[in-house]
């Protein structure tokens, strides 16, 4: 069992920058990757970024490209979310995710992740 804890939500306007943060306590070795997702009302939970806490290996949804950036500490078990350049549309509650390795799931298959934190919400104005 993983405890997901996200922080760093808040509201700017268009253009601004936010870093989400993640802690994970327990069993958090046994995660091999680590994600964020968002969901925004009215809409389906998408995939934003995820990483693989070994390597570091990132990827990104088409619609952050350039603008998002993924990190995780290990010695901190704590994974970011560096945003930039900040769109209306990136409004969303912004969930943690993790997983332990499997073969053959999606990128961004929020049904292969196993753990989730409670989420922090997001608010961009333009």
């Known amino acids: 069992q993983v405890h997901l804890v996200e922080s760093g939500g808040g509201s700017v306007q268009a253009g601004g920058s936010l870093t989400l943060s993640c802690v994970a306590t327990g069993n958090a070795d046994s995660r091999h990757c680590m994600g964020w997702f968002r969901q925004a009302p009215g809409k389906e939970r998408e995939g934003v970024a995820i990483?693989?806490?070994?390597?570091?290996?990132?990827y990104y949804a088409d619609s952050v490209k350039g603008r998002f950036t993924i990190s995780h500490d290990n010695a901190r078990n704590t994974m970011y979310l560096q945003m930039n350049s900040l769109k209306p549309d990136d409004s969303a509650m912004y969930y943690c995710a993790a997983r332990p390795w499997r073969l053959g799931v999606g990128r961004f298959d929020s049904n292969a992740f196993d753990d989730w934190g409670q989420g922090t919400q997001v608010t961009v104005s333009s």
């Open positions: 990483v693989y806490t070994n390597d570091g290996t990132a």
